[in-house]
């Protein structure tokens, strides 16, 4: 998943972000609301996790202005605010879930987890398929006819951006701004390394390959 974190507390969020990337999650940072309410508007995150106590905006008024536009991009509120009223208030304002702090960690995983698996569901998305290629984003598994394919969190991360874009061409600056957070030092050929590794791994039994190379463009993931 890509997800943006919007907290202002720089220790809490350097945690959060080398956690989430242990798991294989892309993390972006932004810490005040104004500056997270630009992220969330400019960029395509499967979920972001908000703070209420904010500076310049805080959390629950980033999230209304980010419904009032039409953004659903799953949200859960991690904040230290934590009375029956503090959680009413936060999902009344568009949130999709609220964890209180202090949280544990596999906690805030396994609600992410769930509230894209519910925008997933509402999709109608929750399997990918491409020729008798599947992925099951609910339970994370990959299989190509009978055949079960154990993929990295990172290459599965890769698969799983092609299969939401089947049929469609994807550049290399697409997968590097899908996959890789917006301070890192992305090396040259790293998506080739990737590509090259799904491309093995679909076809491993002499399978037709169906991730295609677009000469002078990027890649695409098409039956034909």
């Known amino acids: 998943m890509r997800l943006l974190i919007v907290e202002d507390d720089l220790r809490l969020c350097d945690v959060l972000r080398r956690g989430l990337a242990e798991q294989g999650h892309v993390v972006d940072l932004a810490h005040t609301g104004e500056d997270g309410e630009r992220c969330a508007a ?34 859960l509120i991690l904040t230290s605010r934590d009375t029956v009223a503090d959680v009413i208030e936060g999902l009344d304002a568009g949130a999709d879930d609220y964890l209180k702090k202090p949280f544990v960690f596999p906690e805030l995983e396994a609600r992410l987890r769930a ?22 984003s609910a339970n994370r598994l990959v299989r190509r006819r009978n055949r079960d394919i154990a993929l990295t969190r990172r290459e599965m991360a890769f698969l799983e951006y092609f299969m939401r874009n089947a049929n469609r061409v994807v550049t290399r600056r697409m997968l590097e ?21 799904l491309r093995s791994k679909i076809a491993a039994n002499g399978e037709k390959q169906l991730l295609h190379t677009v000469r002078g463009t990027g890649y695409r993931l098409a039956a034909e």
Do not use: C, H, W
């Open 177 to 197: 701004d899908a996959m890789f957070d917006r301070e890192s030092d992305v090396v040259s050929n790293v998506v080739d390394v990737y590509v090259s590794r």
């Open 42 to 75: 400019g960029g395509p995150y499967d979920a972001i996790v908000m703070d209420i106590n904010l500076p310049v905006r805080d959390g629950l008024s980033v999230i209304r202005s980010l419904r009032k536009a039409g953004r659903q991009t799953p949200a």
């Open 115 to 136: 509230i894209t698996r519910r925008k997933d569901a509402d999709l109608g998305t929750n399997e990918l398929r491409v020729a008798d290629l599947t992925f099951d």
